[in-house]
């Protein structure tokens, strides 16, 4: 398949957060990334859409550590041929998103994604991609219509961000589409640090947003638009028609379900 002319260097983050995940438990293996679906590692099948895609060109994995990726000799090949790069990674998802962006010496765009992102295809990444560049914004977050994902999933549950114009669903797609984007990761880390303490939190977001936002009066664009002015960016969202692009598999329920629905489908 032919590459783009201006294509994307993907980011897969890869490193679990906590020991002693009930998923990893269940699933026997040594890593949340590792979690086998369809008889293959999740990090394995986004590579595999990753490197199918026509808009990504090169790929980093941050995470798991040298010692796991041993576990897994596909993986490991992967990293030794050149075909993957692999990164250490950071305390939060938001420190190794900043810590990968800065290892980059070039001006590519760059896709960042997850590896429990266990039914992404390279179908959602091209669109992703495509309608990421068309936004004209530094920073690009994908996501899906909460209805959309409700009506074709209903045996699961997934989390809704409301606004006064509808609901949506997270996709675990970030495009970072310039050099002037990467100070949006700084932002994140800034929020991410203080999860744990709402004031603090509060104080970074602006205390006028946040009350907006709870009482429903804000739209998705005023969120954008927000969210642009105090991280000093230009922030678009892509909204994505592929209700599957905003399942990834946190849970040992999530794991079932897309189990089940990976077998359906190759049947």
Known sequence: MQKSATPFTAIILAGDRTSGD???????????????VGGRPMVMRVL??????????????????QTLIKQEPELKARIDAGRVKWIASQATPS???Y????????EAPVLVTTADHALLTNRIVDAFC???RRTGCDVAVGLASHEQVATAFPETKRTAIKFRDGAYCGCNLFGFLNPQAYVAAQFWRQVEKQRKKPLRMMRILGWRAVLRHLLG???????LGYISSKAGIRAGAVILPF??????VDTVNDWIFVKNLVAKQTL
């Open 99 to 106: 810590h990968a962006l800065q290892s980059l010496q070039d």
């Open 48 to 65: 595999d859409s990753l490197e199918a895609s026509s808009q990504v060109d090169s790929i980093i994995l941050c995470g798991p550590t």
């Open 130 to 132: 495509t309608d990421a």
């Open 217 to 223: 009066r804000m739209s998705l664009t005023d969120a």
């Open 243 to 248: 209700p599957e692009a905003a399942v990834d």
């Open 95 to 97: 420190s190794s998103t």
């Open 22 to 36: 009930p998923l990893t438990e269940a699933a026997g293996v040594a890593c949340k990334s590792f979690v086998p």
